[in-house]
């Protein structure tokens, strides 16, 4: 004989039910979303034990949550999220894409200063450039189109010119458009050009989608250059053109917009 289907015990009050699912997002992407770190940043604060909901201190950046009221970070409430803003950053060489550095050398913050409007919310790099490296550097107050313009799987082009000293011929740089391994290393993809040359002295053009870490230095030495100037040109669509050095400039929302319909966000991939 069938028996009946039995009836689920019921839950006791406070207990955990497994078919019970939160909704909402976690609190380390509603926090990105608002501007107040990237992923990355957010999950140490609360390993610093720097965020709260409700005076009570988050131990995980799986929480779950629907808003942030009631967040506090440094037991300061978080404010709502702004609309989506992105600026453009002519980066001086010698400054550090970083918010501090504790060996007192000055960071693009530093140089912010006097380049952004007051009233300006919290801008987060999108990417880096080395210290010695100068050019676009754009910056955002939303920490997911942050993230999903670094994935490598947004195929993002990013375009460098070099001076470089040495001999190099245009088929060796045609060559590295099949990618090239490097101690151990593997760069993707680069479309290269020889543009003006004196003597032994040259600017070379180099287009890529990864931005790994020092990708264009690393590649042109091992072709045996020495990079004397090194300048980010475009990230995107978007260009440095005649952006003074230290300048910045707020991109127009609907660009802004429009490019960021066009991103294909990746699963399981990191940011370069």
């Known amino acids: ?25 976690r609190i380390a992407k509603l926090l990105a979303r608002a501007g107040v770190a990237s992923r990355r940043e957010v999950e140490r604060m609360i390993e610093a034990g720097r965020i709260k909901i409700d005076g009570a201190l988050v131990t995980t ?58 009233g300006t919310p919290r801008l987060m790099p999108v990417g880096r450039l080395d210290l010695n490296t100068e050019g676009l550097l754009l910056l955002t107050n939303d920490g997911e189109f942050k993230r999903a313009m670094e994935l490598p799987s947004s ?31 593997r760069y993707g993809k680069i479309d290269a050009n020889l543009e003006r040359r004196t003597g032994r002295n040259q600017w070379v053009e180099m287009t890529l989608t990864e931005g790994k870490n020092r990708e264009v230095r690393n590649v042109l030495e091992w072709l045996g250059l020495e990079v004397s100037r090194l300048l980010r040109t475009s990230y995107g669509p978007f260009k440095l053109d005649d952006l003074g050095r230290g300048q910045a400039v707020e991109l127009r929302k609907e660009v802004v917009e429009r490019f960021r319909a066009t991103l294909k966000p990746g699963k399981g991939d990191k940011p370069a």
Request: proline fraction near 11%.
């Open 1 to 25: 004989m069938a028996q009946p289907p039995t009836k689920p015990a019921p839950t006791k009050p406070g207990a955990y039910d497994p078919n019970d699912r939160p909704q909402g997002d």
């Open 61 to 118: 950046p799986a929480t779950i949550l629907e808003h942030l009221r009631g967040v506090t970070v440094d037991d300061k409430p978080v404010a709502k999220p702004e609309r989506t803003r992105l600026f453009a950053f002519h980066k001086p060489s010698g400054v550090l894409t970083a918010e501090r550095d504790f060996s007192g050398r000055p960071t693009i913050y530093n140089a912010l200063v006097n380049a952004l409007p007051k």
């Open 155 to 185: 195929g993002i082009e990013r375009t460098y010119r070099a001076r470089t000293f040495g001999t190099v011929s245009q088929a060796q740089l045609e060559e590295l458009i099949h990618g090239v391994t490097i101690d151990g290393v």
